[in-house]
């Protein structure tokens, strides 16, 4: 299985970035898929995930509300929606499978995109 994350960028306080996982030789409906960042400095963060089967979504505080997971079977892609960023959400960004669902611990884990957040 290999995920690959793609999609970051600069962008200004207060602006929007997509991010997108895609995946080579995997379904990525087969499993449950998340996001993971990790700043300098900072712990690794799991900030999202969309379930398999019956999609339902989780976030982390530190983004809920302002972060929309999303799949496209069609285009075998789990999406992120990021609006209204932050500069502490400056970080490394990945998509992981969940081969135990949302609630477990993440599988395999893509090569990253970067996303910095700055005036």
């Known amino acids: 299985v290999q995920l690959q994350a793609s999609g970051g960028g600069l962008v200004q306080p207060g602006g929007s970035l997509r991010l997108s996982c895609a995946a080579s030789?995997?379904?990525?409906?087969?499993?449950?898929i998340g996001w993971l960042r990790q700043a300098p400095g900072k712990e690794r963060e799991e900030i999202s995930c969309?379930?398999?089967?019956?999609?339902?979504?989780y976030y982390a505080n530190s983004v809920k509300g302002r972060f929309t997971i999303s799949r496209d079977s069609a285009k075998n892609t789990v999406n992120l929606q990021m609006n209204s960023l932050k500069p502490e959400d400056t970080a490394v960004y990945y998509c992981?499978?969940?081969?135990?669902?949302?609630?477990?611990?993440?599988?395999?884990r893509g090569q990253g995109t970067q996303v910095t957040v700055s005036s």
């Open positions: 992981a499978s969940y081969p135990r669902g949302c609630r477990g611990r993440f599988g395999s």
């Open positions: 969309i379930s398999r089967g019956d999609d339902n979504t």
């Open positions: 030789g995997f379904t990525l409906a087969d499993d449950a």
